[in-house]
C-alpha cells in the first residue's frame, strides 16, 4: 500500500487501477480515521444522471428505494451463506414479503405509466443499463417523480 501526503494532512492509500478513474468519477474524502478514502460517485446509471442535471435529488432517492425493493424481493442473485446451519428453514409470510411490496410498486407503475413506464425503470434503474435516449430519461424522471 502507498501512501502519500496531500496538501492537508490526510494520507491517501493508493487504491483504484487507472481504468477505474477513467471511466467513473472518482472523488476523495476524509474517512474520519486521518486517512482519505476513494468513493466512485457514479457507479449505478442513476447516479450518473444526478451527476450529470438529467434527475434531480428526490428523482434519485426514489430510484434508489426501488432499488430497496428489488433487493427486499431477492430480484438479484446471491450465493448460499456457508456459515448457516440450515439453509430454507421456515417461509416469510407472503402478504409482507419484499416480493409482495416490489410486486405492489410495479403494479404501481404499470397502472400509471404503462408497460413502457414498468420497462423503463427494470432496464435502466433495476438493470442499470446506461442509455442516452432523452424520450427513455425523460420517461424514467416522470415514473420516479410518482406525479
Request: aromatic share 6%.
Amino acid at each position: 500500500m502507498k501512501k502519500m501526503t496531500t496538501g492537508s494532512d490526510l494520507k491517501i492509500n493508493d487504491i483504484g487501477s487507472p481504468l477505474l478513474h477513467k471511466h467513473h468519477k472518482v472523488d476523495v474524502e476524509d474517512a474520519g480515521n486521518g486517512f482519505a478514502r476513494s468513493k466512485v460517485r457514479d457507479q449505478l446509471f442513476i447516479d450518473h444522471l444526478l451527476i450529470k442535471d438529467l434527475i434531480n435529488v428526490d428523482e434519485h432517492l426514489e430510484a434508489e428505494r426501488v432499488i430497496g425493493l428489488a433487493v427486499g424481493a431477492q430480484v438479484y442473485l446471491k450465493s448460499p451463506s456457508m456459515n448457516q446451519s440450515s439453509f430454507g428453514s421456515g417461509k416469510p409470510d407472503m402478504m409482507s414479503s419484499g416480493l409482495m411490496r416490489y410486486s405492489r410498486y410495479m403494479r404501481w407503475v404499470i397502472d400509471n405509466w404503462g408497460l413502457e413506464g414498468e420497462q423503463v425503470i427494470t432496464l435502466h434503474v433495476i438493470d442499470d443499463v446506461h442509455t442516452n435516449d432523452f424520450a427513455q430519461i425523460s420517461l424514467l424522471r416522470k415514473v420516479l417523480s410518482r406525479n
